[in-house]
């Protein structure tokens, strides 16, 4: 099975950054999609960013936060980075690293990394 290690939360004042990594160990799974969700208590998990690894280039950003956060991967492994500019109190939340193998129909899921942001 694919297993997610994610990491790089923690608490920052507003107007600050973070920079978050994610980790695979895919054995022989294909990884075609990886990124982050984010859950606030409350609410929904909804998807922050996408980054497509081994199909087509793709990257898809929540409007909330277009302009202020980027995916990124090492080349040379399985490992992607958002890093978060401009952090605002709505940011605040567990971000949960997500991958989509091919030929798979659900996601896998990292531990979650908390990220809080102080007004």
């Known amino acids: 099975q694919v297993q997610l290690v994610e990491s790089g939360g923690g608490l920052v004042q507003a107007g600050g950054s973070l920079r978050l990594s994610c980790s695979a160990s895919?054995?022989?799974?294909?990884?075609?999609?990886m990124g982050w969700y984010r859950q606030s208590p409350g609410k929904q998990r909804e998807l922050v960013a996408g980054?497509?690894?081994?199909?087509?280039?793709?990257?898809r950003y929540d409007d909330s936060v277009k302009g202020r956060f980027t995916i990124s991967r090492a080349r040379a492994t399985d490992t992607v980075y958002l890093q978060m500019n401009s952090l605002q109190s709505e940011d605040t939340a567990v971000y949960y690293c997500y991958a989509r193998v091919r030929g798979g129909m659900e996601n896998y899921w990292g531990q979650g990394t908390q990220v809080t942001v102080s007004s």
């Open positions: 895919r054995g022989k799974f294909v990884i075609m999609m």
């Open positions: 980054l497509g690894i081994n199909g087509p280039n793709l990257v």
